[in-house]
């Protein structure tokens, strides 16, 4: 049985899913870039502002990534594993009994890649918490597909209301914000100074205090994921010509009411990060604003492909060796941040520019690699464990 196990081929794919998955990639790393360059975490828990985010054209840098890139394309992932969940195990389905089996084998590998990523390399790993909402997903995958969207819309606004109602609240008393606690050791003298072990220390010391996060963040993920899985059931991304005027819809209203709230919480997170008020008020980006803007600008670039369909072309290879082209912006950023001991010493305005040439590299190689093989290394491991089969990796 074991050896009628198989990926799904590349005639078999939908080519927009993986022009969508590279695109986010593009958005992942404009907005982990502020982790990579700064240490905005510990600012952050120390409640204080980071110094290469002040000055008017830092501050204007700063805003942009939080208004049009942060919490919206990381959603936008969210949407895209929900999605490719149902595809998954679907197609699956059709050639083995032992679907939960191969699937949790799927998701048990993803979150070792994702504890590796997060100690050894880089504390903002996202990974992991797929891992483990994913599994969730498996008590909905036979529910029909309003159920699904009534919990994943449920979920986000029940949030919604409860950040609301708090900032409301804090606005009225004016709680003074204070730091969480005091750190074992300083982020850029840990990076700059520090050895291999300490980094990891320091790695595992933030991935641990993110754990704490997990009753806000799993229901979020989980939320957008059954989102997801509804547009999966559906069929919308196998009829995309039938579904014009739901995309068309989708786009107005998601970015029509999305973009207003995170122009609200991106001047919140870059202008009042100290204010306990409005900080709890830019939360509203990962209920709110974020799976808005993520299904706006899905269904935008939906509306744009129509057009210019070498889009897709283009950031397919990306999208297809997505893992491998997460962890390698790790390495990439490391190595230009660690290696080069510029971390903290440069200004925000720059973080643009860098993202996109490293993301144009990432598409050269990407393009290189997809000539001869037929998955990225990583992808290619993740096969190999989730099917129990060394599947070939060249093109023949």
Known sequence: MVNNYQPISFSERIHEIDGIRGFALLGILMMNIMSFATPMMQDGMDQQATERFTGQYNEWSIFFINTFVTTNFYTM???????????????????????????????????????????????????????VTGILLLFFYKLPPKINLIIGVSLLGVFTVFLLLMSILLFG?????????????????????GSYSELIILNSTFL???????????????????????????????????????????????????????????YA????????????????SSTMGGPLMSLGYIALFLIIVRKLPALVKVLQPVGQMALTNYIMQTVIMMIIFYGFNLFNRVDAVYFI?????????????SHLWMRVFRFGPLEWIWRTVTYLKVLPIKRR
């Open 269 to 284: 997170v870059t202008y009042q990060s100290l204010d306990s008020a409005w900080s709890m008020l830019s939360m509203l």
């Open 208 to 266: 641990g205090i993110s754990l704490m996060n997990i009753i806000f963040l799993v229901p979020n993920v989980l939320a957008v994921f059954l989102i997801g899985l509804y547009a999966a059931q559906k069929g919308i991304f196998n009829h995309l010509e039938e579904n014009k005027g739901l995309i068309n819809k989708v786009a107005i209203v998601g970015l029509g009411i999305g973009l207003p709230v995170k122009i609200l919480t991106g």
């Open 77 to 131: 992932f969210s949407f895209l594993f929900g999605l490719g969940f149902y595809i998954f195990l679907s197609r699956a389905q059709n050639k083995v009994q032992s679907t939960n089996v191969l699937f949790l084998r799927r998701m048990g590998m993803l979150l070792i890649f994702g504890i590796l990523h997060g100690v050894l390399l880089w504390y903002g790993d996202i990974l992991w918490t797929y891992a």
């Open 353 to 365: 520019p860098i993202v996109l040439a490293v993301f144009i590299v990432q598409v050269i190689y």
């Open 173 to 193: 008393v004016n709680v003074p914000v204070e730091g969480a606690f005091p750190l074992p050791f300083d982020m850029t003298e840990t990076i700059h100074e």
